[in-house]
């Protein structure tokens, strides 16, 4: 079973992010795109009950059909800090990938991998903890800029640190719907992150992954007793 530290305070979490952000592979083209078993990752929180449930959905990604899905459901073991929010999530994200049945060539998070404020969002977390492939798709481009992309799905623009470093692309993966932004994670480029973004969205804004995990993991919250 796939594990992390849980840090004691915010300084120690920055510096475990420091010390994996060297781990971080960035020059493997990853699986192609069309091709393998792609699972999906997204939580919900009950702030109320101090839960969060996260789930894992695996498509095939020829016929982008379900082979397996997998919830998990724990405490919140760190609290809400910006930049630091894999602490909250990886813990049950990892025990929903754990529990699958079948093991994901690629891992597409809700979220953010090289696009985030310390270069180091859930996306490449994940990926250098459990050595698989992974992306982030997200649904705003939180601190970055970009010039917006043409009209046309496929469409896509740099998306731009403060500094001006290329760190994803805003991505149309609808005719005229707004982008979504992805980014690398981990063991995979950029050119097939986006590629495989669009595969994953044949009929709306967000990949079928997340979708899919969107909707197991809120079912998994209302479930839990």
Same mark, same amino acid.
């Given at each position: ?21 060297? +781990?971080? =592979? ?8 069309? +091709? ?43 609290? @809400? ?32 991998g090289l696009a985030h404020p310390r270069g180091f969002g859930l996306a490449c977390h994940l990926g250098v903890v459990t050595g698989l492939p992974s992306m982030g798709v997200a649904k705003n481009p939180f601190t970055f800029s970009y ?18 470093? =290329? ?13 979504? @932004? =992805?980014? =690398? ?18 009929? @709306? ?5 997340? +979708? ?9 919250? +209302?479930?839990?007793?």
């Amino acid at each position: 079973m796939t594990t992390v530290k849980t840090p004691a305070d915010e300084a120690e979490a920055r510096a475990i992010q420091d010390e994996l952000r060297d +781990r971080v =592979v960035l020059d493997e083209p990853g699986p192609l795109p069309g +091709r393998g078993l792609i699972a999906g990752v997204d939580v919900a929180y009950d702030d109320e009950r101090d839960l969060v449930a996260a789930a894992a959905v695996v498509l095939d990604a020829a016929t982008l059909e379900p082979v397996g899905e997998a919830t998990a459901v724990g405490h919140v073991s760190f609290p @809400y800090v910006p930049g630091l929010l894999a602490f909250r999530e990886l813990p049950t994200v990892l025990a929903a990938l754990d529990a699958l049945a079948v093991a994901p060539d690629l891992v597409v998070c809700d979220g953010y991998g090289l696009a985030h404020p310390r270069g180091f969002g859930l996306a490449c977390h994940l990926g250098v903890v459990t050595g698989l492939p992974s992306m982030g798709v997200a649904k705003n481009p939180f601190t970055f800029s970009y010039e917006e992309p043409g009209a046309r799905r496929g469409d896509s623009s740099a998306l731009l640190a403060p500094d001006g470093a =290329v760190v994803g692309r805003a991505l149309r993966t609808r005719d005229g719907v707004k982008p979504v @932004y =992805v980014s =690398v994670g981990h063991r995979v480029s950029l050119d097939n992150a986006c590629a495989h973004a669009l595969a994953l969205s044949p009929a @709306y804004r967000i990949p079928e992954t997340t +979708r899919r995990a969107d909707s197991l993991c809120r079912r998994a919250l +209302r479930e839990a007793s």
